[in-house]
């Protein structure tokens, strides 16, 4: 029987090893249920292991390709990963939200790659503010968290950022708890763990923790890692936000949406013991 999948859209960079960026993401939309439309930000040179250069696209020309898409399909969820700068992504999202006023922003502050390159020379809260603004979800690792924020602790880092957005702060490079996955959300999100927990078996290892930040109260959802023999891979923190991304297109809550993605993003790590994973539903 004919089934009408949600579309969702994807800015990002051309990675012609397919591990991650754009066309990781169109993998993981498509393992996910729905359709995925892309926009190219930059045309990269490398492989799963070595960036040599990118070609970044203007702000005018990444428009230019999710414009015509915009206007003619139901786009309720986006997400961006790496665009040239602050101002630059600011101008898209600017327009993304002028063209389909509802759609809802999920970034994946990409700063730098596993190889060493360098996306962004001025990461500073204070340049990147106006975008987080704009942004229904951020989903920085450990280190883009303690360089956007200014910030020296990672918790800390994320309970700053999520007063301008909600904050899944990504495991794999935490010390404090390997592995581990961690949601920050304003309070009035008003999290109910019979609403979107999973049947997964992992019910005993959650953890909600009430916070302050500034003066707004923030609450964390903590997502342990699972326990099956996982492996490095070259765009998992692609695969993750955009595992999110399609999840709430299907209609499920934020807090949901993290947990299955998580879930996901496991098996993807678990699927082969190369850097290049495959991706199955």
């Keep these: 029987m004919e089934h009408n999948r949600p579309f969702v859209m994807s800015l990002a960079g051309l990675d012609p090893s397919a591990g991650a960026g754009l066309l990781a993401d169109i993998k993981t939309f498509e393992a996910l ?7 190219c930000t930059a045309l990269t040179v490398q492989t799963d292991t070595q960036f040599i250069s990118a070609e970044w696209q203007s702000a ?3 428009i230019a390709q ?3 898409l915009l206007e003619k399909f139901p786009v309720q969820y986006c997400k961006i990963g790496i665009i040239k700068d602050a101002a630059t992504m600011l101008a898209v999202i600017s327009a993304i939200r002028h063209i389909q006023p509802d759609i809802k922003i999920i970034l994946d502050p990409v700063l730098k790659a596993s190889a060493g390159y360098v996306f962004h020379q001025d990461a500073r809260l204070g340049v990147w503010k106006a975008v987080l603004e704009q942004v229904y979800l951020l989903t920085p690792n450990y280190h883009e968290a303690l360089l956007l924020s200014g910030e020296a602790d990672g918790a800390a880092a994320a309970r700053v950022l999520a007063t301008y957005c909600a904050v899944l702060l990504k495991g794999g490079h935490r010390a404090d708890m390997p592995g581990t996955d961690s949601l920050f959300v304003q309070e009035e999100e008003k999290i109910r763990l019979q609403d979107y927990w999973p049947q997964s078996g992992r019910d005993d290892r959650l953890h909600i ?5 500034e003066g707004s109260s923030v609450s964390i959802l903590d997502i342990p890692a699972g326990r099956q023999t996982v492996y490095p891979k070259h765009g998992s923190g692609c695969v993750l936000s955009a595992a999110v991304t399609a999840q709430l297109a299907a209609g499920v809550s934020l807090f949901k949406a993290c947990i299955s993605a998580k879930l996901y993003t496991e098996k993807f790590l678990a699927s082969h013991s190369s850097l290049l994973g495959y991706h199955n539903s």
């Design 209 to 213: 923790v009430p916070g302050m930040q």
């Design 60 to 62: 005018t020309q990444i």
């Design 33 to 39: 249920n729905t359709y995925g439309l892309g926009v």
């Design 66 to 68: 999710a414009q015509p």
